[in-house]
């Protein structure tokens, strides 16, 4: 079974700087997959960033990159450059080998400040 | 290309009523999940099937929710009676059928639903 843990429940950040969001995760599967999802105040889970458990570099996508260190098991998502539109709710999860389901974490809302 | 479509977007019912719930995933797609999200949680699976197969409903509470996907492409989730728990956002997502881990899901825009 695959366990997902953020635990910054809340987090702010200044319009223009770079926030980290804490991701950990717990898995027996030798191979997996880590995604991260925004989920805006209208509701929609929107895919951001994937990163294979062999992959050897991090994964980016535009002004997201993900921090994976395998040995630690954590997976942070690093946002540079913050926006007022990346206010939101941020969900870390994973996905085990076969055809599974993902498994989401709490979340961690991330409001951004003028 | 086309997402992932869900109808409604909100519903508000009396509890004891019965409600259904209406998924489109994104063309090709082989894969359907149904998530519940109550509020203050992450999404967790309710049903997941590949083409008109159930793959995994071991979380489905099945005394009163029911799920069926009717020529492998679009869905409906049932619940009948309503209780006053099962408020929470209705997610679906779907993917495309690789059998792997980095197979990604897509997620349509969720319908919540409100039980009084």
């Known amino acids: 079974a695959q366990k997902i843990t953020q635990t910054q429940p809340g987090m702010f950040v200044q319009e223009k700087e770079a926030v980290t969001l804490d991701c950990t995760y717990d898995?027996?599967?030798?191979?997996?997959?880590l995604f991260w999802y925004k989920q805006p105040s209208s509701g929609e889970m929107i895919f951001l960033i994937y990163q294979g458990s062999y992959d050897q570099q991090n994964a980016t996508e535009g002004r997201y990159s993900l921090n994976f260190q395998k040995a630690r098991k954590s997976a942070n998502l690093v946002i540079s450059a913050s926006q007022l539109g990346d206010s939101a709710m941020y969900f870390c999860a994973m996905r085990g080998e076969g055809n599974t389901p993902l498994v989401f974490g709490k979340g961690t809302r991330l409001s951004v400040i003028a | 290309e086309a997402g992932v479509a869900q109808s409604p977007r909100y519903k508000i019912i009396e509890k004891r009523q019965s409600v259904a719930f209406w998924c489109n995933p994104i063309s090709g797609h082989a894969t359907l999940y149904w998530y519940q999200q109550i509020l203050g949680q992450g999404p967790k699976l309710l049903i997941q099937?590949?083409?008109?197969?159930?793959?995994?409903d071991s979380q489905l509470p099945k005394d009163r929710f029911s799920a069926e996907r009717l020529k492998g492409v679009d869905s409906t989730l049932k619940i009948q009676p309503a209780k006053l728990e099962d408020s929470a956002v209705y997610l679906c997502a779907s993917s495309p059928w690789t059998s792997g881990y980095a197979d990604t899901q897509y997620f349509g825009p969720g319908t919540r639903l409100t039980v009084l």
């Open positions: 099937f590949q083409n008109n197969g159930v793959v995994d």
């Open positions: 898995t027996s599967d030798p191979s997996y997959g």
